[in-house]
């Protein structure tokens, strides 16, 4: 694409031109910047046509063209162009060129110093009086909120310095165990190991929990133990298992698949948020997989039938009716990909125990566990 100028003065006045010039910045730029010389070929618009020009004369103060061809404008370019109001001759030259350019729309935008011009704009008739004055409350109120966003820029980068100064998993001795995370459900599992003095290396992003660990005695690292490099460092590549603990359902399968891929020889545990997360990792080859509340719900449910006055027998047949009917809404939502599916299973006050049907015998495949790895 040739470069593209709109020329200050051509001839003849009326009609297609045949002459054109620019003057004065253009050409000290298209002289001293571009270093145009005679026979090179631009496009000019003159007077409203666009041509293919030749420069016949090169000096600072004017180039001139001769005009040939007229040439079909191209459509605008797809680009809405906003564009901060700053010094008015500045910003006009902006303009031009933008439209050199064949830019479909522009929208002025106001910048840090754009108040001062506002008043010469309004009186200049470049921008309304109530444009203006719009502009200005505009500006005002970004004065006053910008002390409060630099505060929380502070902030945050003070808890990204805090971040930095965290030992990584580089540090850690050589463990037969990661567990990544070390909130509520990372700090049962790991301390469980502990107890029997198996070494465990612990992993966690969230600075604040890593400060207060340290508090109690726990030594945690800092980082994401989702990304292979830094599993790595953590020694997974040895590691007998990786036990992820994590709070939410950021582990999703195609994170997962690849950390099965980097660690073959390691058997890998995932806490799941809810059945939806066990579904999606459901075809993974986990070593187990557990919903975060399953159990402690079944405890609670236990406890509450108990207290009704039922006996330990029925009590133990409620779990295993409850756990059966759960995992077979499980295999049917994984199949259809519906969490509607399996609906019937579910206990209702029209669908009991006492309807008839009896407690089944537990089946391999328990609703908060993955198939063991072969």
């Avoid at 935008?109 to 309004?122: F, G, N, S, V």
């Avoid at 200005?136 to 970004?142: D, R, T």
């Avoid at 990786?242 to 890998?268: S, W, Y």
Wanted: charged share 30%; hydrophobic share 45%.
């Amino acid at each position: 694409m040739r470069r593209r100028f709109i020329a200050d003065t051509w001839s003849p006045d009326s009609g297609p031109p045949t002459q054109a010039a620019l003057t004065g910045e253009q050409a000290a730029h298209l002289a001293r910047v571009l270093r145009a010389q005679s026979g090179q070929v631009y496009d000019i618009v003159a007077n409203g046509f666009l041509h293919r020009a030749e420069v016949v004369s090169v000096s600072e103060n004017e180039v001139r063209f001769a005009l040939h061809e007229e040439l079909e404008a191209d459509a605008a370019l797809p680009i809405h162009l906003l564009l901060a109001v700053f010094k008015f001759d500045h910003f006009e030259w902006a303009i031009e060129k933008a439209t050199e350019l064949g830019v479909a729309r522009m929208t002025p935008i106001l910048a840090r110093r754009t108040e001062k011009h506002l008043a010469q704009a309004a009186a200049g008739r470049l921008i309304t009086p109530e444009a203006a004055s719009l502009f200005s409350a505009v500006v005002v109120l970004s004065m006053a909120t910008t002390p409060f966003l630099m505060r929380l820029t502070d902030y945050l980068d003070r808890r990204e310095q805090q971040r930095a100064d965290l030992d990584g998993p580089e540090k850690s001795p050589e463990t037969p165990i990661i567990v990544v995370g070390y909130g509520r459900f990372g700090q049962t599992v790991a301390q469980m190991l502990m107890a029997k003095r198996i070494g465990v290396t612990i992993i966690d992003l969230d600075a604040e929990m890593i400060d207060i660990s340290g508090e109690m005695g726990a030594k945690v690292y800092y980082g994401d133990g989702t990304r292979i490099d830094l599993l790595r460092t953590a020694g997974a590549a040895d590691a007998r298992a990786i036990l992820f603990c994590n709070d939410g359902d950021q582990l999703d399968k195609a994170t997962m698949t690849r950390i099965l891929e980097a660690f073959p020889q390691a058997k890998v545990m995932a806490r799941v948020y809810d059945r939806r997360q066990l579904i999606a990792l459901n075809e993974l080859d986990l070593e187990f997989a557990q919903r975060e509340l399953f159990e402690s719900a079944v405890l609670m449910g236990r406890k509450a039938l108990k207290m009704t006055g039922l006996s330990a027998e029925e009590v133990d047949e409620v779990e295993r009716a409850y756990r059966n009917r759960d995992c077979e809404r499980l295999e049917r939502q994984a199949e259809t990909g519906d969490l509607r599916a399996g609906v019937d299973r579910m206990f209702s006050d029209d669908r009991s125990l006492d309807d008839g049907e009896g407690a089944k015998p537990m089946p391999a495949l328990v609703p908060d566990s993955s198939p063991a790895r072969k």
